[in-house]
């Protein structure tokens, strides 16, 4: 299914309003594209990449593409529209890609070690005239942006046990990451952690938990 009328669905509809209501924000149809024509990609190439489970392709818009959506209220509440956003193993692009579309004026650095990934996210900011967008070929914290973000994402990465304590050690102060895992214990007096308890978690619409996590 093509046009952006694809992603608008019972879910989509009602999360989009909350997200104008909470925010300011309005998706216009432009945007509404760009969407679909990343959720078109992952669909297209998920079975030779492996971008999001098998059982996920059909329901990319409510199980991928809203959780992307979830994090928008914390990246302007935190760091503004136009955000210094770091991506950490994205993958299929998500929660960066969604949140990029969105919010133009970001600047937005991927990183991503699988090579072949790599060539898919090109093409899916190519295809959604992303713009400023930096995709890095690399493991963190071995390759990391030379400008401190002020927002880190790492929804989609293998071993948070071991990603995450590398995360809150290499993030700047005044750095806020949005943490989609149970975080480890950390110093109060280094880092404030806040769980996150808002609609999109009461209506289901991001999957699991969050934490923003901000370093003094």
Not at 43 to 57: F, I, K, M, P
Not at 100 to 114: D, H, M, W
Not at 138 to 159: C, L, Q
Request: net charge neutral.
């Amino acid at each position: 299914m093509t046009g952006y009328g694809a992603v608008i669905d019972g879910t989509l509809g009602p999360a989009l309003a909350a997200l104008a209501e909470d925010t300011g924000l309005r998706i216009d149809g432009a945007v509404l594209e760009r969407f679909q024509r990343h959720l078109d990609l992952v669909r297209t190439w998920n079975r030779q990449l492996g971008l999001v489970s098998a059982g996920d392709v059909e329901h990319l818009a409510a199980r991928h593409l809203l959780d992307a959506l979830s994090l928008i209220p914390l990246v302007l509440r935190f760091a503004g529209p136009s955000a210094t956003c770091l991506d950490i193993g994205s993958g299929g692009g998500f929660p960066a890609i969604p949140i990029k579309c969105a919010l133009p004026a970001i600047t937005l650095t991927i990183i991503e070690r699988n090579v072949r990934k790599v060539g898919f996210l090109q093409k899916v900011t190519a295809a959604v005239n992303a713009g400023d967008v930096a995709i890095v070929h690399g493991s963190f914290p071995e390759v990391a942006m030379p400008t401190p973000p002020d927002i880190i994402t790492a929804r989609a990465v293998e071993r948070p046990e071991r990603v995450v304590p590398e995360i809150l050690d290499w993030m700047p102060a005044g750095c806020a990451f949005l943490c989609q895992t149970t975080p480890p214990p950390v110093d109060p007096a280094v880092f404030h952690v806040e769980h996150i308890q808002d609609r999109w978690r009461r209506e289901a619409w991001r999957r699991g938990e969050l934490y923003a996590i901000s370093r003094s």
